[in-house]
């Protein structure tokens, strides 16, 4: 019995002096360098691998660690060909101008509150939420990409956003998916697993790309249906929407729509050049009027179904 005792605590000795020590052989994350003491948890930066450290605070995102395959820049996931691709594209200025714009004023979340942004790609979005001063967590597949996001001291998970997301109920006053659910087998059961984590008041902002799009329609008439390595046709999308199929892809996610925004444009031509004032007009009536047909993305303003 004693015996026992001793090398319990003889074990808990080495775990404290393994911990502090800078030559500690325990897992390390390859991203940030944050120790940890167990590989399983080199995603979690705090005691008992609760969430990843937000680089410029002190104060621990909210989160516990809820499956294994979740990890700070390794775990034990496999990366299929969405997973290795890395995805630099400027802000979604559309999305990001109405975050902001949204944001309270005053009282609780005037600072931006927690904001999780799924699928952060390279994290352009990421840096526009942070500079305005959210305290956010971005999300990405992809190794590559996180290791960019690193770089400009961001905190970032790698993982799947069709798994359980390893936070708790609540835990988001914003969330933030800019062209991402169309890239998931199963859109609907990720929205309802936002739904978990985001707060009982908090917002869900969603991006989708417009296959109903006037230049889809022309290729399809004229005969041609040709997948690209980025744009509407991406290659790695696996669901498709128009505005009507978006509206019931939230509906059916539970959420109620509460903006709904185009952002588009119309074959202007030369004509843009000259008259840019008039075009800019004339594109506005016609995205108001037929969105369906001129709109690229549909940007979504959501909050909880009660």
């Known amino acids: 019995m004693r015996r026992g005792l001793i090398l319990v605590e003889l074990e808990a000795v080495w775990l404290v002096l393994t911990v502090i020590s800078p030559l500690s052989p325990l897992g390390r994350c390859e991203s940030c360098s944050v120790r940890s003491v167990s590989k399983a948890l080199l995603w979690g930066h705090g005691a008992g691998g609760r969430g990843p450290t937000l680089p410029r605070s002190t104060v621990r995102p909210p989160g516990s660690l809820q499956d294994t395959t979740w990890s700070c820049l390794r775990g034990p996931m496999s990366e299929p060909e969405v997973a290795s691709k890395v995805y630099e594209s400027p802000p979604n200025r559309a999305l990001v101008d109405l975050v902001l714009r949204n944001r309270p004023r005053s009282g609780p979340g005037s600072g931006g509150g927690w904001l999780l942004d799924l699928g952060c790609g390279t994290g352009s979005n990421l840096r526009a939420f942070d500079e305005a001063g959210y305290r956010t967590v971005g999300l990405t597949i992809s190794v590559g990409e996180a290791r960019t996001v690193r770089k400009d001291d961001l905190a970032v998970v790698v993982g799947d956003a069709a798994l359980r997301l390893p936070f708790v109920d609540g835990a988001f006053d914003v969330v933030v998916a ?27 902002y969603v991006a ?50 509460v903006g709904e925004y185009y952002d588009g444009w119309i074959p202007a031509g030369p004509v843009r050049k000259l008259a840019r004032a008039v075009v800019s007009r004339v594109e506005q009536r016609m995205l108001d009027l037929w969105p369906n047909l001129f709109g690229y993305q549909f940007v979504f303003e959501a909050v909880r179904l009660s």
């Open 178 to 204: 800019s062209h991402v659910l169309e890239h998931l087998v199963d859109p609907w059961g990720c929205l309802r697993e936002v739904r978990r984590v985001l707060s009982p008041s908090g917002r869900l």
């Open 208 to 257: 989708l790309p417009n296959v109903a799009f006037f230049r889809v329609r022309a290729q399809l008439l004229a005969g041609r249906f040709r997948y690209t390595e980025a744009g509407l046709l991406d290659r790695t999308h696996l669901r498709f929407f128009d505005l009507h199929s978006a509206r019931e892809l939230l509906r059916e996610g539970g959420y109620e729509i």
